[in-house]
């Protein structure tokens, strides 16, 4: 997160130093620019789908197990009633 970060950030300033230095925005500048960019998304997306996968995947653990302890709470309160 942070090289993104950092690549966002070098980009607006060669951004900056392209346009005072020469009145406008070079082609590789841009071309740095939208490599950053992209650097940048790829990683914040790759972060937010595996963090949403990972908090699924523990929901779904959690109601597997929970419904799991209320079959085996009512087994064991079956057993255990007295027998007539």
């Known amino acids: 997160m942070l090289t993104a970060a950092v690549m ?8 900056v130093y392209s346009l005072i230095a020469y009145g406008d925005i070079r082609a590789g500048v841009l071309f740095y ?3 950053a960019l992209i650097y940048a ?3 914040l997306g790759v972060s937010v789908y595996w963090n949403a ?6 929901k779904e653990m959690e109601l597997v197990l929970s419904q799991d302890a209320a079959l085996i709470e009512a087994e064991r309160e079956r057993t255990a009633a007295p027998q007539a």
Do not use: E, R
């Open 8 to 15: 966002i950030a070098s980009g607006a300033g060669m951004s």
């Open 33 to 35: 620019v939208a490599q």
């Open 41 to 43: 998304g790829t990683l």
């Open 53 to 58: 996968k990972v908090q699924q995947a523990l």
